[in-house]
């Protein structure tokens, strides 16, 4: 297990305390909070480690679990796509009489630091992740080393610690029976970013169903797309300026979508008469689109709550604990695919 991870992957407790002028133990003991130290000492070791870059490795810290009632959560950012999980987690641990400690990953390097530090604390007693990217090997080693952890919305190979996920796959293949049943037989994808486990499971489940109906898609048809707005919206103007004939889209989430709507807008084209569009997640922005949008519901308030009581079984050690959970996606169709019934 390596000592320490910096920007070069070479700063160790040895080189904070060359730079502290006090011991490599002396170092440990203030990761580790133990033994009689000095206020400036504890000072010069800190201000060691944050001008080293140092993120203490889960060896360095050493993990010794006290109980806080305590929970962290990190993830990539505060933004609103993850307010259902995190609501539902909050008043799911509140209820447990626990309390939740956020923290996020947008500060590369610096940001993995602070959490070697919170976990060098003991600020918690186990770890919830979402999307962490930069951060999975670190936090393996955390888990490895004793750390509950529970991993939400996995885009990554499976981890080698308790996830809570959900049907990616089957959720490719509803978006794809649902087109079909609608008489679509040229879609467009627009995926997520190739690298995420999320994009290869929800493509390969839309794909399969369309070959079951003797529909090979295009490779002009499948676009790397990167879960924003603006990607999707550029991506459909450019198939349509490049005459990639298509009657439906398939955006691999929501905001992707409804870039999807704003392009097919812009070209004069009605929605969904000339083309349906599906989405992917049911997040709160796909019910105040215009159409509003078909999607695949990804259930964030159960993952969220999953999650949660997954983590809480770890913490306590129940010898129920089950390793990890898979909770189903579903179609909602709105006006995206479907014209609405005339009164």
């Known amino acids: 297990m390596q000592e320490a991870r910096g920007d070069d992957m ?123 990217e930069g951060a999975l090997g670190y936090i393996t080693e955390l888990h490895e080393a004793g750390l509950p952890v529970v991993l939400i919305d996995d885009r990554f190979q499976r981890p080698g610690f308790p996830y809570v996920a959900t049907t990616n796959r089957e959720g490719g293949e509803q978006a794809a029976r649902h087109l079909l049943d609608l008489g679509r037989r040229c879609p467009l994808v627009v995926t997520g970013p190739d690298e995420y486990g999320c994009t290869r499971e929800r493509l390969g489940g839309f794909v399969d169903v369309y070959a079951q109906a003797g529909i090979e898609l295009d490779p002009r048809s499948i676009i790397c797309g990167d879960f924003q707005f603006d990607s999707s919206r550029s991506a459909v103007a450019q198939a349509l300026a490049d005459g990639v004939e298509f009657d439906a889209v398939f955006g691999h989430n929501d905001p992707m979508a409804a870039g999807v709507l704003a392009a097919l807008h812009e070209a004069g084209l009605k929605i969904p008469q000339d083309v349906a569009v599906v989405g992917f997640d049911d997040v709160e922005l796909a019910s105040y689109t215009y159409p509003a949008l078909t999607t695949i519901r990804q259930p964030m308030r159960e993952m969220g709550e999953a999650a949660a009581r997954l983590l809480l079984d770890h913490v306590r050690r129940s010898p129920e604990a089950a390793p990890s959970r898979t909770i189903p996606t579903s179609l909602v169709i709105r006006g995206s695919t479907s014209q609405p019934s005339p009164h």
């Not at 010069?44 to 109980?67: M, Q």
Request: no cysteine; aromatic share 4%; hydrophobic share 45%.
């Open 10 to 132: 070479g700063v160790t407790i040895a080189d904070v305390a060359s730079r502290a002028g006090v011991s490599k133990t002396t170092v440990s003991r203030v990761l580790n909070g133990k033994g009689e130290i000095t206020e400036d000492t504890v000072s010069k070791v800190r201000k060691a480690i944050s001008e080293l870059g140092y993120v203490p490795s889960a060896g360095a810290v050493g993990l010794a679990r006290g109980t806080t009632q305590m929970i962290g959560m990190l993830v990539p950012d505060l933004a609103w796509a993850w307010a259902g999980i995190v609501q539902t987690v909050v008043e799911t641990l509140e209820a447990e009489g626990f309390g939740l400690r956020m923290l996020t990953v947008n500060r590369g390097e610096e940001s993995l630091r602070r959490l070697g530090l919170q976990v060098a604390a003991k600020s918690f007693d186990g770890l919830l992740v979402i999307e962490p």
